[in-house]
């Protein structure tokens, strides 16, 4: 191999190496990818749909109500990291309840335009401790969220980024 030759290869070799460091730095450092493998957040996202997540949003500030973040699932086994896409509805010191199809905060009912149908069931009051963060599905009816886990609320170390776009649908299979 000639002189120039050996210079192109490692020139391909830098770039590659170079372009691995940043996609990687990007996929732990800036964005969190995630699959929705449910309807639980339908309307909104549909399962199969693929997300991605801004972890900026939470690094230099806290998530707000309305915000749908992906987040470590705090029922996962020990050792184990399960990503979860939800809706966040309770902050730090609220009290949140759901009553008659309707959630409330602190007493005033949430407005939210984005449930697929009325909530059924009463759950709660719930106070969101500290640090914490109640989350639910857009998709209520049939949704696994905090309502329903052993450990209620997700601890903000365990919010990831809010979800900023999402950018594929896995196509559905037709017999």
């Given at each position: 191999?000639?002189g120039?030759?050996?210079?192109?290869?490692?020139s391909?070799?830098?770039?590659?190496?170079m372009a691995?460091v940043?996609?990687?730095?990007?996929?732990?450092a800036?964005?969190?990818?995630?699959?929705?493998?449910?309807?639980?957040?339908?309307?909104?996202?549909?399962?199969?749909d693929?997300?991605i997540a801004l972890?900026?949003?939470?690094?230099?500030?806290s998530?707000?109500?309305?915000?749908?973040?992906?987040?470590?699932?705090p029922d996962?086994?020990?050792?184990?990291?399960?990503?979860?896409v939800?809706?966040?509805?309770?902050?730090?010191?609220?009290?949140?309840e759901?009553?008659?199809?309707?959630?409330?905060?602190?007493?005033?009912v949430?407005?939210?335009d984005?449930?697929?149908?009325?909530t059924?069931?009463d759950?709660?009051?719930y106070e969101?401790p500290?640090?914490?963060?109640f989350m639910?599905g857009d998709?209520?009816?049939?949704?696994?969220?905090?309502?329903?886990?052993?450990n209620?609320f997700?601890?903000?170390?365990?919010?990831?980024?809010k979800?900023?776009?999402?950018?594929?649908?896995k196509?559905?299979?037709?017999?």
């Amino acid at each position: 191999m000639t002189g120039k030759a050996k210079q192109e290869v490692i020139s391909w070799i830098k770039t590659i190496i170079m372009a691995v460091v940043i996609a990687l730095f990007i996929n732990f450092a800036v964005i969190v990818n995630a699959e929705v493998p449910t309807g639980s957040m339908e309307n909104t996202i549909m399962a199969g749909d693929r997300v991605i997540a801004l972890r900026l949003s939470y690094l230099f500030g806290s998530p707000e109500r309305g915000d749908v973040a992906i987040f470590k699932y705090p029922d996962a086994p020990e050792g184990e990291t399960v990503l979860y896409v939800k809706r966040v509805i309770g902050l730090p010191g609220d009290t949140v309840e759901i009553m008659d199809g309707n959630v409330y905060i602190n007493g005033e009912v949430l407005e939210e335009d984005y449930i697929k149908e009325t909530t059924m069931g009463d759950f709660g009051p719930y106070e969101v401790p500290e640090d914490c963060y109640f989350m639910m599905g857009d998709n209520r009816n049939n949704s696994q969220d905090s309502r329903y886990w052993e450990n209620k609320f997700v601890e903000e170390d365990d919010m990831l980024g809010k979800v900023i776009f999402k950018y594929f649908k896995k196509p559905a299979i037709v017999k």
